[in-house]
Nanobody
Framework: QAQVVESGGGLVQAGGSLRLSCTTH????????MGWFRQAPGKEREEVSC????????AYADSVKGRFTISRDNAVNTLYLEMNSLKPEDTAMYYC????????????????????WGQGTQVTVSS
């Protein structure tokens, strides 16, 4: 059974940076597009970023463009989210997810495409 595990969350001051990581087990990592989602208390889960299986194409939510960078290293089955210039409104539980069979990413992938999810890692940005 596929497992998805996030790490790297924490408490950071506004303007600071964090790097989230996500590893997978039980699936062939480079067969999957990967995505980061987040959910703040009282809000719906939203897609933050998506990356193709090869890493050649990416997409971002408008709210994080220019501040967050998604990347992957297929050699070590790991997905990353580099988050810079963090704002209090970035506070949320961040989830990693895997989507089988997607080709190039031309925009956000959409939650329905993702079949394997992690348990989340909390990111808290203080003002």
């Amino acid at each position: 059974q596929a497992q998805v595990v996030e790490s790297g969350g924490g408490l950071v001051q506004a303007g600071g940076s964090l790097r989230l990581s996500c590893t997978t087990h039980g699936l062939r990592f480079d067969d999957y597009a990967m995505g980061w989602f987040r959910q703040a208390p009282g809000k719906e889960r939203e897609e933050v970023s998506c990356i193709s299986w090869s890493g050649e194409s990416t997409a971002y939510a408008d709210s994080v463009k220019g501040r967050f960078t998604i990347s992957r290293d297929n050699a070590v089955n790991t997905l990353y989210l580099e988050m810079n210039s963090l704002k209090p409104e970035d506070t949320a539980m961040y989830y990693c997810a895997a989507a089988y069979g997607l080709g190039a990413v031309e925009g956000l992938c959409g939650e329905a495409a993702f079949g394997a999810w992690g348990q989340g890692t909390q990111v808290t940005v203080s003002s």
